[in-house]
């Protein structure tokens, strides 16, 4: 059965904080690992990996991809109450993680 | 950009009513479009894929008979939750699948719809 975990489960952090966000998975066919932010109400997407090693960036944001270790990090450097929110992992577009929900504190 | 249109954003009925979700891929068609029920504070948890001109797939436990799907075109998937209980309350979310990459599909997600059943 497909698995996608997520940890922590929950972080509480301050402004300026930097934060690291882990996915690891278990699955059949792998093709992508995507990452989302869900606010009060439906997740946005964030970033899409399909390649080891190659790092997504997005202004504060950034994602890798370790296949060999099968799992993913999610970093946020220098956080801001606005990052407030549950961070997804998903793999194959419909087996999402747990989730994280990260607050940040001013 | 790719919008997923979901409607109502908020639904309260009376127990053993039906109540119908609509989701809709504004700019683009959606072939597939998946249905997922999120409880408060936990993640998102699909319950079925639903394919333009057949059937919807469910996941297991999820009863098809009380949570209909229909997908008639390439911008509409419904979700019908009949004979609506208080204990299927919840937010439901749809989302579509907007671009294939390599075989990766990146998913565009609607608005979400609460449900409340009195």
């Known amino acids: 059965e497909d698995k996608v975990v997520q940890s922590p489960l929950s972080l509480v952090v301050h402004e300026g904080d930097t934060v690291t966000l882990n996915c690891s998975y278990e699955?059949?066919?792998?093709?992508?690992l995507l990452w989302y932010k869900q606010e009060k109400k439906a997740p946005t997407f964030l970033f899409m990996l399909?390649?080891?090693?190659i790092e997504k960036k997005s202004g504060r944001l950034s994602s890798i991809l370790d296949k060999k270790e099968l799992s993913s990090i999610l970093n946020i450097t220098a956080t801001q109450t606005g990052d407030s929110a549950i961070y997804l992992c998903?793999?194959?577009?419909?087996?999402f993680g747990a989730g994280t929900r990260l607050t940040v504190k001013p | 950009g790719a919008v997923v249109s979901q409607h109502p954003s908020r639904v309260i009925c009376k127990s053993g009513t039906s109540v119908k979700i609509e989701c809709r891929s504004l700019?683009?068609?959606?072939?597939?479009m998946f249905w997922y029920r999120q409880f408060p504070k936990q993640s998102l948890m699909l319950m079925a894929t639903?394919?333009?001109?057949?059937?919807?797939?469910?996941e297991q436990g999820v009863e098809k008979d009380k949570f209909l799907i229909n997908h008639a075109s390439l911008t509409l998937s419904t979700l019908t939750v009949t004979s609506a209980h208080p204990e299927d309350s919840s937010f439901y979310i749809c989302?579509?699948?907007?671009?294939?990459?390599?075989?990766?599909?990146?998913?565009?997600f609607g608005a979400g719809s609460r449900l409340t059943v009195l």
């Open positions: 989302s579509a699948v907007r671009d294939s990459y390599s075989g990766a599909n990146v998913l565009t």
């Open positions: 700019d683009f068609q959606a072939t597939t």
């Open positions: 998903a793999v194959g577009a419909v087996r």
């Open positions: 699955v059949t066919n792998f093709r992508s």
């Open positions: 639903s394919n333009e001109g057949s059937k919807a797939t469910y």
């Open positions: 399909t390649s080891s090693g």
